[in-house]
């Protein structure tokens, strides 16, 4: 995912450093050194249930930012800071376009209609599996 390529490193440690008692929570397709720092991995459910149980009030959190905003909205009285991108006020931000598109209307005509057909090769499908489960295993 082409948002969570886009956070920057060494821009997250300097937002860390401004905010020492926060904790870092990230989504696991993340790059590595984002997961390296992180004090939690998981995914969207995942993050919410550590958020909310947590004893800490400020996190810094390394998302699409819609996701954000719905868990802003879910853990009232934490302090959520984005995970800064590379590059600030470009196409490098934390919002996703392909995200955007899907509406809940067109879930509707996809689960109704069972359409789309989307057909994919054994072994593409065997490939992309293993990085599924694994993100699964983290949550």
Known sequence: CVVHEAFSLDKLIALYQRHPTARIVAHPESEAPILGVAHYIGS???MLKY?????????????????????????????????????ENSCACSECAFMKLNTLHKVYLCLKNEAPKIEIPSKLREEALVPINRMLELS
Do not use: C, D, M, R
């Open 44 to 46: 969207t459910s995942g």
């Open 51 to 87: 958020i909310a149980g947590s004893g800490a009030k400020t996190f810094i959190v390394a998302t699409e930012a819609g996701i954000l905003h719905q868990l802003a909205a879910k853990t009232p009285g934490k302090t959520l800071i984005p995970a800064p991108a590379y590059q």
